[in-house]
């Protein structure tokens, strides 16, 4: 039989944020993937470890993951990446690949996990805590309440959108182009606030829009709410 791959949520960077399945099947599988040439400088890894021990005797399965637009050559190393797993799950190994946050959220499993479904490979998810969720709690902030819709946008690719729509946003991916996304948000009148490193010893938090340094971190999260009548 083969193995299952499991895509398991570590939650967005303080451990103690890790759910009791997270840890356990970490404990119970040998085989553990992670995104990066070098598994033990992570940050799913880092995180992990902190919770399970274990871990660090674990075999780590690093998984090449290119930050890169060229949709060929990420496509390429996506199919090595879930030919690598293969090789495990064909041995009837389970394979539990960490990641950041949510594996239902913008996150690299969802690549192999459609490569390995659609060769007949059972995939599981198991969820995490999602970095937003995370950083409105660290805010005391209510993400939505009442009938107010909550947007949820990779700010690096969809920065067209003007904030246009009613409701609040959470922008995600912002630090590369942190200046014009600020410039956005003063524009649409919405009241800005941010989280860099989530629950992390580098963790910075900005209450308010012009808090947030223009050369933020790659884990900056932006949450823009609208005034409230």
């Known amino acids: 039989m083969k193995g299952i791959a499991y895509g398991v949520g570590?939650?967005?960077?303080?451990?103690e944020l890790m759910t009791l399945k997270a840890i356990r099947l970490i404990k119970e599988n040998d085989v553990i993937a992670v995104a990066g040439k070098?598994?033990?400088e992570s940050v799913a890894y880092k995180i992990a470890v902190q919770a399970v021990p274990e871990l660090a005797e674990k075999e780590l399965v690093p998984v090449y993951m290119p930050m890169v637009k060229d949709r060929a050559l990420i496509d390429e190393e996506h199919k090595k990446g879930?030919?690598?797993l293969k090789k495990y799950l064909d041995q009837g190994k389970n394979v539990v690949y960490i990641t950041l946050g949510d594996p239902t959220v913008y996150c690299t499993f969802s690549y192999l996990q459609h490569y390995?479904?659609?060769?007949?490979?059972?995939?599981?998810?198991?969820?995490?805590?999602?970095?937003?969720?995370?950083a409105a709690a660290r805010l005391n902030l209510p993400l939505a309440e009442w009938d107010e819709p909550l947007h949820v946008?990779?700010?690096?690719?969809?920065t067209?959108?003007?904030?246009e729509r009613d409701g609040n946003y959470v922008l995600m991916k912002s630090a590369?182009?942190?200046?014009?996304?600020?410039e956005l948000l003063r524009s649409s009148g919405r009241e800005a606030c941010a989280v860099i490193d989530c629950g992390m010893e580098t963790e910075q938090i900005c209450r308010s829009l012009?808090?947030?340094?223009?050369?933020?971190g790659y884990f900056s999260l932006i949450i823009a709410k609208e005034h409230r009548s």
């Open 10 to 15: 570590v939650g967005p960077g303080d451990p």
């Open 38 to 40: 070098d598994a033990r």
């Open 82 to 84: 879930a030919e690598l």
């Open 116 to 134: 390995l479904e659609a060769d007949g490979y059972p995939v599981e998810l198991v969820s995490g805590i999602t970095s937003f969720c995370a």
């Open 153 to 158: 946008v990779p700010a690096v690719h969809k």
């Open 160 to 163: 067209e959108d003007r904030l």
């Open 176 to 182: 590369s182009h942190m200046r014009e996304v600020k």
């Open 210 to 216: 012009d808090e947030i340094p223009d050369d933020a």
